[in-house]
Every structure is written in C-alpha cells, then in structure tokens.
C-alpha cells in the first residue's frame, strides 16, 4: 500500500492526520510501539449505602484489617447489588472498599457538595470564600496526568457533562487546572464535530451530522475490502469496529437532533423536557465517543460528570429527589432503596463505557486494558451525615493501565486510622493515595496530590496492593 493509499484510507476512516494502533498496517516500526495509557474519570452525583455496596462472600474478612478477594469464580449474585451490572466485566475490575475522604478533614467539619467538589479530585482546601461556588485549589488528577502523557498535537482533554437543563450548574464540577473550574460539553453532536471535524471522509467533506453522504460510505467500504487482505486479524476487527462506530455515531446523533415527538398526555409531568435526552440514551453515544476519541488518539485524557437523577429515572415518586432520596436515606426504607437504585443507575452507565473500550482490539488486549477508568462519587455516602460517615469512598477502578494495576479482585482496606477532632471512630486511608498510584501507573514522578496530610492522616504515597 503506497503512503497515498494509507492516508486515504485513513481519511475514509474519519481518523484524518490521526491513527488506530494498526501495527500491520503502518510497518514493522509500529509493531514494536507500545499503545498509550490513559486516563478516563467517571463522577456522579451523590454517593451510596456503603453497607449495601461493599460485598460479604465467603471468604471475606473484617474491616479491622486489609484483605482481597478474586471476582473471577464469583458469581453474578454474589455482587451487591449496585455493584452487579458490573459482574461482565469483574476480571477487570479494582473494587474499592476501606478508603475514606481523608483531606476532608482539612477543611474543618463542614460536609456538603461544596467540599466534595474541591476534594474529590484535587484532594485540596477548598479557595477561600468560595463556599456557595464550590472552588477547589490547584489541578485536579486529570489534569496532572495530561501535563505528562496529553500529545501537543491533539485535544489536551475532553470534558463531558451528562445532565438535564434543570441540573445543578457547572458550580458543581470537580475539574480544575491550576484552581480554574474547567467546563464540559453536553452535546453529543458537538462533540462528534470537536472529535472528526471533517467527518468520516476528506477534509472537503460537509458536515456529516447534516448531510447524508452514502456515496463515501460506499467508498470507504470498497477500500477496506481492498485493503483488507493486507492486515492482520485483529487490526482488520479493529478497523471494521471503527468504521462502524463512526457512522453509528453519526446515524445516532442526527437521530436525536431530529426526533420529535407530541408527548401531550403520554409522559408523567416530571419527564425530561424538550431537547433533555434521558442519561443512559445520550451515555451510550457518549461512550463510543470516548472509545473513538481514545482509540485514534485524538485525546488521552477524558472527564465525565453526571447531575442528579430524576426520580422517574429510579421508579421515585416520594418527591424532589435531593431532599427525599439522599437526605432520607441513612435508615433502611424506600428512600435508602431509591439511593441504591441510583447507584445501580450510574453502574449500569459505567458498564456502558466499559463495553465501548473493551470493545476495541489493541495490542495484546483491548483499549480498555490499556486504560484506567476511575469512577468515584463526590460523597461517598449520599446523605450528608457526620464528617466521618459521609467521608467513606467506595470506588471502582477499571482497565489495566496497561499493566500497571492487577484487576479483578475486590480490596478492603482496614479502618484503622483516629479520626482528628476527638471523632470516636476509625477511617481508612486517604482515597488521594489512589489518585496518586493512578498518577505514577501514567507515569507522573510525584507522591502526592494536593495536601500531603490532613489532621495528621498521612496522604502521601500510593495505595499499596494495587500491583498485585
């Protein structure tokens, strides 16, 4: 294949001055190159019930000291139940339980969205006079990773926001750099056009969201069959995968663009209105988006935040969900039920994006074992309790980074640590220490983020037993 032949093809492919790790395809030289890492941020709204999102199989021990389990052997059922729309995905998983939002302590004893946002993934003192705003000091751990591996020639980052017009405002956003709040796009189609500009075809190609071009459809189907006898198996799946998945994307978001529908009388009253695609609808084009933008190379470093639910998302007819659900739940009842339906809502969400990346061949694996996809909540139980019971972490950690961490085990830190202030109880290490092993696995030489201790709880250094 002439370099004029490659570029066309490549072109047709939508991938432009980018490339998919096509090692057969661009020469033994490529075959030697290693895929990239990256760095992908799930963020939800709220938290969970701890006690029903951690699992007790046989075999568990007890919180007072560190133990792993293998989620391999475990069956779907054995996963609790927020936990369990990942059990597809369980070999390469990281569960996460014991770690606590130790720099919280910091910022005295005030618990609350605003000191969840400039802890959670800056693990720093909230700017002073910033409380109503929400402000967090220096760069949150997206951003740290993308000083080291972004390329200087592609999107520094991307930034998604899921969430309805009536949701909380972007005040609510954990992603800073340099103590700047950084804003996320919304809409699936402008984030097509941001990812291939020039469409999936030539640069002279028109907008593919608004005119259908079947004609290059055609073409790019004739070279790849072409071409095809000259790529190696996995490089011919990945490519149909991303020939695929361009012009999936495109049918979807025109799709969405141009629905319309008389809901007069068919809909509840608390219905997402006119233009609010429902989360897991507009998650699902955002996925492959992720997925295409990682698997070309286009960017290496992706953040996705959620708003609130709406109680007809989680069968809720109690009321305003932030008033009735989270803030009713600490005891068992329908509230606490609703509040684990929402995580199971959220996981469902993540299962999406972790189907998008384990669904691209890459090296030896796929683009997910080349990945780490963290998704953490902003309070880790979702009622705003006391400083110690809503400073519980339970997070998930996914992909390998390629092979930087061992997935498919479930870790429980012991809750060991005094917490300051003359608190009766004990917490788990700090959940900055994750962000730092996720920072050195990408290759960042430092050994902490944000503040080094708080109240006299070490947050410095990595989590242990995340290798292996």
């Known amino acids: 294949m002439t370099s004029f032949d490659r570029r066309r ?5 939508g991938l432009g001055a980018g490339t998919l790790f096509l090692p057969s395809m661009l020469g033994q030289k490529a075959q030697a190159a290693e895929p990239p890492k990256r760095l992908v941020v799930f963020y939800t709204s709220h938290g969970t019930v701890p006690d029903r999102w951690c699992m007790r199989p046989p075999g568990a021990g ?3 000291s560190d133990w ?4 391999g052997n475990l069956a779907r059922a054995d996963f609790s139940e927020p936990l369990r729309p990942l059990h597809d995905h369980r070999n390469r998983l990281l569960l ?3 770690l606590s939002y130790a720099s919280w ?4 004893s005030r618990v609350g969205h605003h000191l969840a946002v400039a802890h959670a993934l800056c693990a720093n003192l909230m700017r002073p006079g910033v409380e109503a705003a929400s402000g967090g000091q220096g760069s949150s751990v997206d951003q740290v990773v993308a000083d080291a591996i972004a390329r200087p020639d592609r999107l520094r980052h991307l930034h998604l926001k899921l969430q309805y017009a009536t949701a909380l405002g972007p005040r609510w956003s954990p992603y800073f750099r340099d103590s700047v709040q950084i804003g996320g796009e919304t809409s699936p189609a402008k984030v097509f056009s941001q990812l291939f500009p020039n469409g999936p075809g030539t640069a002279a190609m028109a907008d593919p969201l608004t005119t259908p071009r079947n004609d290059v459809l055609d073409l790019m189907k004739a070279q790849f069959q072409l071409q095809a006898q000259r790529l190696s198996g ?3 799946r990945k490519l149909e995968l991303h020939q695929n998945l361009v012009f999936e994307l495109r049918q979807r978001v025109v799709g969405l663009q141009t629905a319309t529908c008389d809901v007069a009388g068919r809909v509840p009253a608390d219905a997402p209105k006119i233009g609010e695609v429902p989360y897991k609808d507009r998650m699902a084009i955002m996925a492959r988006l992720v997925a295409a933008a990682l698997a070309c190379d286009t960017t290496r470093i992706v953040g996705i935040e959620t708003s609130q639910v709406r109680p007809n998302d989680i069968g809720w007819t109690g009321g305003d969900y932030h008033t009735t659900v989270p803030h009713l739940a600490p005891n068992p009842g329908p509230a606490q039920d609703a509040l684990v339906r929402t995580t199971v809502y959220y996981a469902e969400m993540f299962k999406m994006l972790l189907d998008a990346l384990a669904a691209v061949p890459e090296g030896s694996g796929t683009l997910l074992d080349n990945t780490a996809v963290l998704w953490l909540s902003e309070l880790g139980v979702g009622w705003h309790g006391t400083m110690v019971e809503a400073m519980e972490a339970p997070l998930v950690l996914a992909g390998g980074a390629g092979g930087a961490f061992k997935t498919g085990r479930y870790l429980s830190y012991a809750r060991t640590v005094p917490a300051p202030n003359g608190v009766r109880r004990e917490v788990g290490p700090g959940h900055s220490r994750l962000l730092v092993s996720i ?5 960042v030489a430092r050994n902490s983020i944000g503040l080094t201790e708080a109240k006299g709880i070490p947050l410095t250094g990595p989590l242990p037993y995340l290798a292996g």
Do not use: C, K, V
């Open 9 to 13: 093809l490549l072109g047709s492919l």
């Open 105 to 108: 302590f910091a910022d005295g």
């Open 234 to 236: 996995e490089d011919r």
């Open 96 to 98: 996460l339980e014991g």
């Open 68 to 71: 792993q389990l293998p989620l």
């Open 439 to 443: 920072m050195q696995a990408m290759g």
């Open 62 to 64: 007890p919180t007072t």
